[in-house]
């Protein structure tokens, strides 16, 4: 490899493309220097509420080795949901169901026609995400959840580690086809799980309040200065569950210790602030303002959403935990739906010289959310 991508250059792509989540890109950058190199990774285990970025960084990991021609070797990348493991052919595994796709998307960027050992090769240079592991968990509202426990043994196995037998066609040296025993080195290939393990939270809250171990929560002083110039110290808890989980906590959520223990790191997702969420609404490829600005340009007409009105959105959004970002969504449909229904007849639209202009501003936001 021509140039070393140290863990800190591919922080910095990573940070181009994710906002916040510092402690999760540093800790994954050095995976991903480690994997690229051809030292051994560990495994990965993304936990954090749905809408803080876990697929977020699973896709921008796969557009850093898109991106460098050097990485080529290494773009066989699988993001897939822990669920859609169960197999659809009969007799036919989990683990050689997660194969079969890291093979597929082999043969897909490097050809058809594939020796043993390239095959092999390639597959071993695989990055493979499982996302939302935490529905395969062992109980979900309660109950048993036998193809959760399956699944979780499946992944067990990829993830121990070992050489498993992976049985498909390849050609040999003449070009003929056969069917071939590959021997898959599974220490190889880069793992990384994710999960909201939404009860989590919770879970490790109550326990914590409630003393029934030996964590007790911390408190720390603030300091609040008041309008007449003195000050007040208070004594505040603040709960971070990256300051007490265990991995004693993922067996009581319902994972099993065997598949806790096979992950090298737990990188925790942090909650998006009021400034993040700003951001991801005004730079993220799949933000709704962007489709909704090209929309009103259609119909000829200028989208402005004012600073005040961004400010109100994300505070609105940051109160609604359990999605993340993906409230930035919600409010900004239903916001704008009245809008794209007709803007002509919106006392907002204002013709200038430069045309038609449509402003949201912090009172129809306040209206819409009020309403
Ligand atoms: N940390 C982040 N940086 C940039 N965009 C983010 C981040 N978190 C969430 N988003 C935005 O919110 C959407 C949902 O995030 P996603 O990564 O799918 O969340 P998760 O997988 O944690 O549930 C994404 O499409 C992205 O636009
Ligand atoms: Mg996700």
Redo the contacts with the bound molecule.
Sequence with gaps: MSRMFLPRDINAYLTS?????AGVLRLISVSIYKHIHGLKAGNVLFI??????????M?AINQFYEDHDELAAFRTMVIINANTLAPEVEGEDRATRLFRRIEARVRALCGGDLTAAQLKAAMENATVCV?EVDKISARVSGKANVEGITTQYALLTLLEGEDILYRTEVVDEDGVRRLADIAVDTSKLLFIC?G?FEELFDQVYTLLVNRKDERRLKETSEVDRQPDGTVKVRTVVRFKLKDYLRLSDMFTYGMMPQFVSRFSSIAL?EE?GRE?LKK?MLT????PLRASRDYFKHMGVTLRLTDKALDLIAEHAMKNTRI???A?REIYTGLIADYEFDPSSSPKLVTTDSGQVLTIDQEAVADYLAG
């Design positions: 493309k994710v906002l916040g989540q954090g509420n749905s809408g803080t970025g876990k697929t977020t960084v896709r996302d994710g909201a997702f998006l993040e991801i993220a490829d799949d933000s993340g970002a993906r930035l």
